[in-house]
């Protein structure tokens, strides 16, 4: 899988997908496609829905890492779902998913399942 990743990003790929959801739990993602994620701006340019799960299960710095590409590379998010939320995350998590939230020119939908209270840093990020 990491080989195709990284076939398809170095060859400056767009990834043709309206929606796309990644669970945290399946995959361990390599260093190296991280660093091409972040310099082929046009994999995720036409993502409109996505949908992240298991946040937990991975490590802050990858999904950090993750977020922070999205954020800046998929700003075209109509739906965003983030699944298994928990406001304990680490401040560098949490403000990802800000930035995330906040890049983002379309957004119409966002849900935050996890059954918590929300951390006083997500009051206000989206208005109504």
């Not at 082929?40 to 946040?55: H, K, P």
């Not at 700003?75 to 560098?92: G, H, V």
């Not at 119409?108 to 009051?123: A, D, N, R, Y």
């Amino acid at each position: 899988m990491d080989q195709l990743m990284k076939l398809c990003l170095i060859n400056g790929f767009c990834l043709d997908l309206t929606y796309a959801h990644a669970s945290f739990s399946d995959y361990e993602i390599n260093p190296e496609v991280f660093y091409s994620l972040g310099r082929n701006e046009l994999f995720f340019l036409r993502l409109q829905d996505l949908s992240l799960g298991a946040i937990a299960d991975f490590s802050t710095e990858n999904v950090t890492a993750l977020l922070k590409i999205l954020a800046k590379n998929a700003t075209k998010i109509s739906a965003l779902k983030l699944e298994e939320f928990y406001s304990d995350y680490e401040p560098q998590l949490l403000h990802a998913l800000i930035c995330i939230i906040k890049s983002q020119e379309q957004l119409k939908q966002f849900s935050l399942i996890g059954g918590e209270e929300f951390p006083t840093e997500f009051h206000g990020i989206v208005q109504l």
